[in-house]
C-alpha cells in the first residue's frame, strides 16, 4: 500500500511505502514514524499514488519517458553514496556505480560525489581490490 503524506517539518508532500514502519523526507531529511500520520491519498498502485501527488502538486505529467533510463545516473548515484551507513558499502557503490556510469573514472570523477574523501576513497577502493587502474589515472571495477 503506498500513499501521499505531507512531512512534519517541511511540509512537502511526498509518497511513502506503508509497509515499513518509517521512511526520511527525501527533502529536508527527517525520519517520520508511519503510524499516526495523516494520509491525504493511499492506493495499492504505486502509479495511481503518484499520479495523484503530480495532480496536486500542478505537475504535468511527463509526456514521454523511457523505460529504465536514469536521466541523471550521478546524481542518484550521490543521493545513494549520502545514505549508506559503512565505508565499505560506500565504496562498493561507488566502485560499481562509477564504473557503471563512465566506464572507466577518474579521481576527479571521485571528487563529484565526495570532493573531501575522494583521494582516500579511491586508495581504499585499490586497496579492497574493488577497482584496478587500467590506465594511468583512469580506474575500473
Known sequence: MYAIISCGKCK???????????SVCPFCGRTEEHKGLRVIFENRDQNAVREMLMKTQSIEKPKKKIPGADPD???????????CRDVQSRTELLSKGLTGIYGTFTLEDVERVDEKNAEKLLNTMLELCLVHEVRPGRYCA
Open 12 to 22: 512537502r508532500r511526498r509518497i511513502i511505502d506503508r509497509s515499513s514502519p518509517s
Open 73 to 83: 545516473p550521478l546524481s542518484t548515484l550521490i543521493y545513494k553514496y549520502e545514505n
